[in-house]
């Protein structure tokens, strides 16, 4: 089973940088394709990035292209999402997901395993 845990959340003003963390343990973490997704208040969940098993491909959403980054750590077993020039529509909880599927893309319900969720709040 595997278990996911973000972490790096916080409150911040536009144009800043922020990072967040997922730590992963319970299974081999350069198997799985790791993606991030958000939800704001009252919004649907919404696809940020992902990145596929052994680092292969990387995608991103329309909204954050450009301006967030997703890297992982094998070592660490841990995937991160950079994210730079934030701006207060980036204002969400956002999650951790990770996928024994070789392709899941954007799609949410193709991710087995989820994370808790960190909070971002941006400030204009």
């Known amino acids: 089973q595997v278990q996911l845990v973000e972490s790096g959340g916080g409150l911040v003003q536009a144009g800043d940088s922020l990072r967040l963390s997922c730590a992963a343990s319970g299974g081999v973490f350069n198997t799985y394709t790791m993606a991030w997704f958000r939800q704001a208040p009252g919004k649907e969940r919404e696809f940020v990035g992902f990145?596929?098993?052994?680092?292969?491909?990387?995608g991103y959403g329309d909204s954050v292209k450009g301006r967030f980054a997703i890297s992982t750590d094998n070592a660490k077993n841990t995937v991160y999402l950079h994210m730079n020039s934030l701006k207060p529509e980036d204002t969400a909880v956002y999650y951790c997901?990770?996928?024994?599927?070789?392709?899941?893309?954007?799609?949410?319900?193709?991710?087995?395993?989820w994370g808790q969720g960190t909070q971002v709040s941006v400030s204009s």
């Open positions: 997901a990770a996928s024994t599927s070789p392709l899941p893309g954007m799609w949410a319900t193709r991710y087995n395993y």
């Open positions: 990145i596929s098993r052994f680092g292969g491909s990387i």
